[in-house]
């Protein structure tokens, strides 16, 4: 799922972590997921924002030089709007659009 096109709201939200388990059936492997996939998303974010800053940095020797870019800071204040990870990860879970498996349960699964 696009970060950017997320429902998942911007403050914190208290949920049902027994509903929430019913899906796996263990509430730590049910945080495991959700942890995982957050993971995955602030490495996607950090990632798109290192591109778009990239865009206006300056390779001058000068450290003295600091230029302030309205288009820069503009990106700087979206990335901070977003929802943390961890919130789009719920609400993802929530939602049903994580794709997870377990190795181990598959391997017993076949015995």
Request: hydrophobic residues 30%; proline residues 4%.
């Amino acid at each position: 799922m696009d970060y950017k096109k997320t429902t998942a709201p911007s403050t914190t939200v208290t949920r049902d972590m027994q509903s929430m388990a019913e899906e796996t059936g263990n509430v730590y492997e049910t945080v495991r997921i959700i942890g995982k996939r957050a993971n995955e998303i602030a490495s996607d974010i950090k990632h798109d924002l290192g591109e778009k800053l990239q865009e206006f940095s300056s390779y001058t020797d000068s450290l003295d030089e600091v230029f302030e870019n309205r288009e820069q800071i503009e990106i700087s204040r979206y990335f901070e709007r977003l929802p943390k990870p961890t919130l789009i990860a719920a609400q993802e879970f929530v939602d049903g659009e994580v794709y997870y498996r377990d190795p181990l349960k598959d391997k017993i699964e076949e015995l």
